[in-house]
């Protein structure tokens, strides 16, 4: 709800009812985040193309919920803060912003400059709860239907992209001059151990070994590799960077083989690409699970638009195709997030509908709701920004850590 004495900034993103979206704090699991060198504008602008498009989608899952139950609209934005560009519709302006932290759709509910009756039926505060729970969740289930057309679609023509996981962590590629380069440590090796502990398989792997190269800079450590189906033991001192952690120059990946598998027919795309769908929905939730219960360590896998996009741009200079599956990813991520009961989150939104259900139908009052939203706002703000900071300190601007 846009209400008076709102802030502009505060306006742009929510009020007491508006539904809002957000890519900010994207709980992301990041195994390839050590190390990016992304090359050429092309891939990154598909992978801007991509996050761009995830939260129109969720933006138009709010707005059509509105749109067919007459509710009026007045603002539809991808982005927050200074308008970059912008068109005025007969009844709703459409906009292009300039902080990438997610996008919102505006209602004006109790905007002073508002041409509708406060007792209008057809604002959204004035709705039945039943009508207002679909606008809010609306964006979750566009996101997580496209998600799945995307997987049914691929697993129909490229085909879908199927991992067998092996232990170790594998070595794409080393940048020169570096700490790892000086050891000898060579693109395509295999880390199998470190200092004499085996490495997992999967992306455990990648995490315990950036969590291990991290906490020992200026360290020796023996990187127990295999190259070219032989066994080696390399020798490596972490550099130290700015923020004082370890980083050795690679890019890391699980030890894993692709293949791609396309549907027989059509009943079993559809089959296919369910199962698909619950793997990467499940594996979103625990992802998000452990954060949230282990947040002292699991922090560095909380990723931003800039790690996001950094990712694009590596799947979609690697393998076009994958750049689907990761679109998949990123849509069910954003609607698995959005569910959280948090202020300024579709979840947060929701949670306050059903406690006026629970009341009997008593709102909050408009000051209470109002504070909680902003709160919820600005945090997010915050924390969207910090990772934007963080991850492109950590990609290093094409430099790899």
Same mark, same amino acid.
């Given at each position: 709800?846009?209400?008076?004495?709102?802030?502009?900034?505060?306006?742009?993103?929510?009020?007491?009812?508006?539904?809002?979206?957000?890519? *900010?704090?994207?709980?992301?699991?990041?195994?390839?985040?050590?190390?990016?060198?992304?090359?050429?504008?092309?891939?990154?602008?598909? =992978?801007?193309?991509?996050?761009?498009?995830?939260?129109?989608?969720?933006?138009?899952?709010?707005?059509?919920? =509105?749109?067919?139950?007459?509710?009026?609209?007045?603002?539809?934005?991808?982005?927050?803060?200074?308008?970059?560009?912008?068109?005025? +519709?007969?009844?709703?302006?459409?906009?292009?912003?300039?902080?990438?932290?997610? +996008?919102?759709?505006? %209602?004006?509910?109790?905007?002073?400059?508002?041409?509708?009756?406060?007792?209008?039926?057809?604002?959204?505060?004035?709705?039945?709860?039943?009508?207002?729970?679909?606008?809010?969740?609306?964006?979750?289930?566009?996101?997580?239907?496209?998600?799945?057309?995307?997987?049914?679609?691929?697993?129909?023509?490229?085909?879908?992209?199927?991992?067998?996981?092996?232990?170790?962590?594998?070595?794409?590629?080393?940048?020169?001059?570096?700490?790892?380069?000086?050891?000898?440590?060579?693109?395509?090796?295999? @880390?199998?151990?470190?200092? +004499?502990?085996?490495?997992?398989?999967?992306?455990?792997?990648?995490?315990?070994?950036?969590?291990?190269?991290?906490?020992?800079?200026?360290?020796?450590?023996?990187?127990? /590799?295999?190259?070219?189906?032989?066994?080696?033991?390399?020798?490596?001192?972490?550099?130290?960077?700015?923020?004082?952690? *370890?980083? @050795?120059?690679?890019?890391?990946?699980?030890? =894993?083989?692709?293949?791609?598998?396309?549907?027989?027919?059509?009943?079993?795309?559809?089959?296919?690409?369910? !199962?698909?769908? !619950?793997?990467?929905?499940?594996?979103?939730?625990?992802?998000?699970?452990?954060? @949230?219960?282990?947040?002292?360590?699991?922090?560095?896998?909380?990723?931003?638009?800039?790690?996001?996009?950094? /990712?694009?741009?590596?799947?979609? &200079?690697?393998?076009?195709?994958?750049?689907?599956?990761?679109?998949?990813?990123?849509?069910?991520?954003?609607?698995?997030?959005?569910?959280?009961?948090?202020?300024?989150?579709?979840?947060?939104?929701? %949670?306050?509908?059903?406690?006026? =259900?629970? &009341? *009997? *139908?008593?709102?909050?009052?408009?000051?209470?709701?109002?504070?909680?939203?902003?709160?919820?706002?600005?945090?997010?703000?915050?924390?969207?920004?910090?990772?934007?900071? !963080?991850?492109?300190?950590?990609?290093? @601007?094409?430099?790899?850590?």
């Amino acid at each position: 709800m846009l209400t008076p004495g709102v802030s502009e900034l505060q306006r742009f993103i929510a009020g007491a009812t508006a539904a809002v979206s957000t890519t *900010g704090p994207v709980l992301f699991a990041m195994p390839n985040l050590l190390g990016f060198n992304i090359e050429g504008p092309e891939s990154v602008l598909e =992978a801007l193309g991509v996050l761009a498009a995830i939260i129109a989608i969720h933006e138009c899952g709010h707005f059509f919920a =509105a749109y067919f139950q007459n509710i009026h609209v007045s603002k539809f934005a991808i982005g927050f803060g200074p308008i970059l560009f912008k068109v005025q +519709g007969k009844k709703v302006e459409y906009s292009l912003r300039a902080i990438p932290l997610g +996008g919102f759709v505006g %209602f004006p509910d109790d905007d002073p400059q508002s041409e509708f009756a406060p007792d209008d039926p057809d604002l959204l505060k004035n709705r039945p709860i039943l009508d207002r729970l679909l606008v809010i969740s609306a964006g979750v289930i566009a996101n997580l239907t496209f998600a799945y057309f995307i997987l049914f679609g691929q697993v129909l023509t490229s085909g879908l992209l199927q991992q067998e996981i092996f232990p170790g962590a594998a070595v794409p590629e080393v940048l020169s001059p570096s700490a790892a380069a000086k050891s000898g440590l060579q693109s395509g090796d295999l @880390i199998l151990g470190v200092n +004499g502990a085996v490495l997992p398989a999967g992306e455990e792997a990648v995490f315990d070994l950036v969590r291990i190269i991290k906490a020992n800079a200026n360290t020796p450590l023996s990187l127990y /590799v295999s190259r070219k189906n032989q066994p080696l033991e390399i020798k490596v001192s972490p550099d130290k960077s700015i923020d004082g952690s *370890g980083k @050795i120059g690679v890019q890391l990946a699980p030890n =894993a083989r692709t293949v791609k598998v396309k549907a027989k027919n059509l009943a079993d795309a559809t089959v296919r690409a369910g !199962r698909e769908f !619950r793997r990467l929905f499940l594996t979103v939730v625990d992802g998000l699970k452990q954060v @949230i219960l282990n947040f002292s360590q699991t922090a560095d896998r909380i990723s931003g638009p800039v790690a996001i996009v950094a /990712v694009g741009a590596e799947v979609a &200079r690697t393998d076009v195709a994958g750049l689907s599956q990761f679109a998949a990813i990123v849509n069910i991520n954003l609607a698995v997030v959005n569910t959280l009961p948090l202020p300024a989150l579709d979840g947060g939104y929701a %949670f306050l509908i059903l406690l006026e =259900a629970l &009341r *009997g *139908g008593k709102k909050l009052p408009d000051k209470v709701e109002q504070g909680i939203m902003s709160s919820g706002i600005f945090l997010l703000l915050a924390i969207g920004i910090f990772l934007m900071v !963080r991850d492109a300190l950590n990609l290093g @601007i094409g430099e790899l850590l």
